[in-house]
T-cell receptor
């Protein structure tokens, strides 16, 4: 069975500071993918970053980086230099299983304080 | 590229009526689309997997006779909520998957359904 766990229901960060959003996963698959999505109040799911299970280097996309620790089964999202527009829900997701489905965590609500 | 649209973006319907939500991949072909449901401040829950030209696969606990899914072409999947009740009020999101690379899913903007 696949499971994604996000233990931080809400996080606050000062503008221009960095913040880490935690994500752990559980799977018996050898090949899987890890994704982070941002969901602002408008509801759209915005893709942020992807990490493949065989990727040895941590993924980076602009101000987003993924701290991938395979042995610990964690895939934390690091947002550097937070901006007010970063305030949103953030979901960690894993692609896996026989149907390559997505399994979502419960999300973390991030609030950036001016 | 990889844009997914949904129509309507919001809909209000009366209890007992049916409502259809469309999901389209605008610039790519999607053999597989997914339908999710999201309650306020909660995560996305997968309802069903829609494969072009075949019957949808529903997740456990999702009533297939209530949530009718049709994937008639490589760019269109529809979700029809039949005999809607107030408890069906929710945010419905579709996604389309590209069968290459990361198997990433591209999400539509969602449809907010309110049943009165």
């Amino acid at each position: 069975a696949q499971k994604i766990t996000q233990t931080q229901p809400g996080m606050f960060v000062q503008e221009k500071e960095a913040v880490t959003l935690d994500c752990t996963y559980d799977t018996s698959d050898q090949s899987y993918g890890l994704f982070w999505y941002k969901q602002p109040s408008s509801g759209e799911m915005i893709f942020l970053i992807y990490q493949g299970s065989y990727d040895e280097q941590n993924a980076t996309e602009g101000r987003y980086s993924l701290n991938f620790q395979k042995a610990r089964k964690s895939a934390n999202l690091v947002i550097s230099a937070s901006q007010l527009g970063d305030s949103a829900m953030y979901f960690c997701a894993m692609r896996g299983g026989t149907g390559n489905q997505f399994y979502f965590g419960t999300g973390t609500s991030l609030t950036v304080i001016p | 590229g990889a844009v997914v649209s949904q129509h309507p973006s919001w809909v209000i319907c009366k209890s007992g009526t049916s409502v259809k939500i469309e999901c389209r991949s605008l610039d790519f072909q999607a053999t597989t689309m997914f339908w999710y449901r999201q309650f306020p401040k909660q995560s996305l829950m997968l309802m069903a997997t829609s494969n072009e030209g075949s019957k949808a696969t529903y997740e456990q606990g999702v009533e297939k006779d209530k949530f009718l899914i049709n994937h008639a072409s490589l760019t269109l999947s529809t979700l029809t909520v039949t005999s809607a009740h107030p408890e069906d009020s929710s945010f419905y999101i579709c996604s389309a998957r590209i069968l290459r690379g990361t198997y990433e899913q591209y999400f539509g903007p969602g449809t907010r359904l309110t049943v009165t």
